[in-house]
């Protein structure tokens, strides 16, 4: 039982040492936001983790149990980073403006770090991949509907097995939940330069960037536990195995053409929840305030 239990939580909680740990030492110097922007942060990176937990603690009796199908699982994670996405997008209002001209530039790149939209289209990519490939592979059910996968012996098709498959019944909502997400990403990011700048312009800098930052682990965090979804429904698929008396051959074993990967979609489900949660929760403590310095005030007209 425990041994589950690590299993199972092992790596949302490995996820939060991490974040904790990043906080407290690399992060150490984030800047202090301002109490309404600290708040949405907070909320923006915490809640979507509680969410997105609840339905296994309640599996495992720690909670109310949430009979989720696997379209709801996988969309889940899509729906808070775009919800937490939108979160960031809110305008702060107790950030006081400059009336003189200012000469400081203000443009996406100067918030945003090249590799944080490649790494989420890479991401993104991935989540795509899998996809069209596990869509490729389904069949379809006795309701007409895409999520199933067969494997048969001999060429009769009298003998065989089938389970569910991440097929195009709960691939294409994702697919679609996931281009959602990276146009509301974008739009996050493309607002970021558009308020004045403040009287205080480094600070109003670090504020900005953090928020650019934020806005890509929330983004890079939601398809990260939805790829951690898809990738432990395909290792339920790939275990499947069709076993026969074949007379004097004696029993013969069929497994599906994929299940030599079991183990490492194991891994790579075990290494996305990891970084998932790692990155949301880190995105709720960047609103923590934990020794972060406050720039000094400097006024350029």
């Known amino acids: 039982m425990i041994l589950f239990l690590l299993l199972i939580w092992g ?4 996820g939060a040492v991490i974040a904790l740990a990043l906080r407290l030492t690399l992060l150490r110097g984030t800047p202090r936001l301002p109490t309404r922007d600290a708040v949405f942060t907070a909320i923006a990176g915490g809640v979507p983790v509680i969410v997105f937990l609840a339905p296994l603690a309640g599996d495992l009796g720690f909670g109310p149990q949430l009979w989720w199908d696997l379209g709801s699982r996988t969309a889940l994670p ?56 596990a869509g490729a592979a389904s069949e379809t059910d006795e309701r007409g509907q895409y999520t199933q996968f067969s494997i048969n012996l001999g060429t009769s098709g009298t003998t065989s097995a089938s389970t569910g498959i991440y097929g195009w019944h709960y691939s294409l909502p994702a697919l679609a ?27 109003d ?30 290792r339920g698929t790939a275990s499947i195995m069709l076993s026969v008396q074949a007379g004097p051959l004696g029993m013969v074993s069929l497994g599906t053409p ?44």
Not at 11 to 14: A, G, N, Q
Not at 205 to 232: D, E, K, Q, S
């Open 177 to 203: 939940l996931l281009g959602l997400l990276l146009l509301t990403t974008a739009i996050g990011w493309l607002l970021i330069p558009r308020p004045a700048w403040s009287h205080d312009i480094e600070r």
């Open 78 to 133: 899509l729906i808070l980073g775009i919800v937490g996405v939108i979160l960031l997008c809110l305008p702060s209002r107790s950030t006081q403006m400059d009336a003189s001209a200012q000469l400081v530039p203000r443009t996406v790149r100067t918030f945003l770090r090249p590799r944080q939209p490649i790494l989420l289209g890479i991401l993104a990519a991935v989540a795509v991949i899998l996809a069209l490939a």
């Open 11 to 14: 790596p949302s909680v490995l």
């Open 205 to 234: 800098t670090a504020n900005r960037r953090l928020r650019a930052a934020n806005i890509a682990r929330i983004a890079c965090g939601a398809v990260l536990l939805h790829l951690a979804v898809v990738f432990n429904s395909l």
């Open 258 to 301: 994929f299940a030599a990967m079991e183990p490492a979609l194991f891994v790579a489900w075990a290494l996305s929840t990891t970084a998932g949660i790692a990155l949301w929760l880190l995105t709720a403590l960047s609103g923590v305030p934990m020794g972060a310095r406050t720039p000094s005030r400097v006024r350029t007209s």
